[in-house]
């Protein structure tokens, strides 16, 4: 079941198949006590799917020299320049912050 108000404890003695992978994977009592509290579904995936999932949307591992938004100085960050986050320098990001 999707929504957890259908869910019985027993669900932890299911085996579930990934949809995306085809491995089999078990829901485990803290696990689904997790999903309660925080009032989200299931998951249809297996763990390595979501952390592989996860993985993908981190930032590359490549350094690019940026320039700070609010002072100029120089900086090296994995934001590329093409992206538009801004991007601070740390006393700039401390004085935003603090």
């Known amino acids: ?3 957890l108000s259908e ?5 932890v003695h299911d085996i579930f198949s990934c949809r995306i992978s085809g491995q089999r994977y078990r829901i485990i ?11 989200v579904a299931l998951p249809l995936e ?4 979501r952390h592989l999932r996860r993985l993908g949307m981190r930032n590359p591992r ?3 020299e940026r320039k700070c938004s609010i002072t100029g100085v ?5 934001y590329a320049p093409a992206r538009p986050e801004r ?11 603090v």
Do not use: H, N, S, W
């Not at 009592?29 to 009032?39: I, T």
């Open 7 to 11: 869910t019985a404890d027993g669900v």
């Open 74 to 78: 120089p900086i090296l960050t994995t």
């Open 62 to 64: 490549e350094l690019f």
């Open 87 to 97: 991007v601070y320098c740390e006393e700039a990001y401390l004085a935003a912050v």
């Open 1 to 3: 079941p999707r929504l």
């Open 46 to 49: 297996a763990p390595q799917t």
């Open 29 to 39: 009592k803290p696990e689904l006590q997790f999903y309660r509290r925080m009032g």
